[in-house]
């Protein structure tokens, strides 16, 4: 009676053994640079991570983002964009060229609790095809960065006065 019963319960898929659900994943901002302007900055030679992140970026906030940016805590929902670009001289300026990528920092407590309640995703420059796929420790390897600054949230930049 008992494997009878195992067997009608396990049919009926009222347990489930398999795989657990994947996180929930970061989507590509559509129009974030409407969002508010955090900053811009130049990476320099002297930046540890240049080879990478050589050239000039943008940061993006979404309106709950910049509620975080004013009271030091970002609630679920804040989108934080790091918007990377060449950086090319023309006569005595340099200016923004190409894109190179951009990264998302998105805040849900509840799908990202190992990493501060913040998701990381990187996105190719014109295809928005996400790095994560080819690179499944790309999200940790931020978090490792950004662990370095858990007092403020997990955020680096701060907004330009």
């Known amino acids: 009676m008992v494997k009878l019963l195992a067997s009608v319960v396990s049919a009926m898929g009222l347990f489930s053994i398999g795989p657990a659900a994947s996180p929930r994943q970061i989507h590509n901002p559509e129009g974030f640079r409407s969002w508010a302007h955090v900053k811009t900055a130049i990476n320099d030679p002297d930046h540890a991570p240049y080879g990478r992140y050589r050239g000039i970026y943008h940061i993006y906030a979404n309106p709950l983002a910049m509620q975080g940016y004013r009271t030091g805590k970002f609630p679920d929902g804040a989108v934080i964009v790091f918007d990377l670009h060449d950086l090319a001289k023309t006569g005595f300026h340099s200016v923004t060229a190409g894109r190179r990528f951009i990264d998302v920092m998105e805040k849900d407590a509840i799908a990202f609790p190992s990493?501060?309640?913040?998701?990381?995703?990187?996105?190719?420059?014109?295809?928005?095809?996400?790095?994560?796929?080819?690179?499944?420790?790309?999200?940790a390897?931020?978090?490792?960065?950004?662990?370095?600054?858990?007092a403020r949230d997990f955020v680096y930049s701060s907004v330009a006065e």
């Open 115 to 139: 990493t501060g309640g913040w998701g990381y995703e990187e996105f190719a420059a014109g295809t928005g095809e996400r790095f994560s796929q080819a690179d499944p420790g790309m999200a």
């Open 141 to 150: 390897r931020c978090n490792g960065c950004h662990v370095t600054q858990a």
